[in-house]
């Protein structure tokens, strides 16, 4: 059964930084794609970041040089690193694994970032 478990939201002020992680378990994570989405209150859930099992990377147009994802596969994780942060960031952020084999998305339970100004 695939697992993800996020971690490292909280407050931040704006300007400041946080990274988030997620943990992967019970897929085989090294070949799969990670990604982190979010979900700002009264708005639709968007792609922030995603990285291949090459670690090829895309980023949402609006975070690129503010947002860095990368992964760990020998810890079975992902990393988001949020950088000059806005208020405009706070949102319930999720980690995402997409089975490389059956393309099957699954979802942490999210990790709130609140960016105050």
């Known amino acids: 059964q695939v697992q993800l478990v996020e971690s490292g939201g909280g407050l931040v002020q704006a300007g400041g930084s946080l990274r988030l992680s997620c943990i992967a378990s019970?897929?085989?994570?090294?070949?799969?794609?990670m990604a982190w989405h979010r979900q700002a209150p009264g708005k639709r859930r968007e792609l922030v970041a995603a990285?291949?099992?090459?670690?090829?990377?895309n980023y949402l147009d609006s975070e690129k040089g503010r947002f860095t994802i990368s992964r760990d596969n020998a810890k079975n994780t992902v990393y988001q690193q949020m950088n000059s942060m806005k208020p405009e960031y706070t949102a319930v952020y999720y980690c995402?694994?997409?089975?490389?084999?059956?393309?099957?998305?699954?979802w942490g339970q999210g990790t709130k970032v609140t960016v105050s100004s």
């Open positions: 995402t694994e997409r089975l490389s084999r059956t393309e099957c998305d699954y």
């Open positions: 019970g897929s085989s994570f090294t070949i799969n794609t």
């Open positions: 990285i291949t099992d090459g670690r090829s990377r």
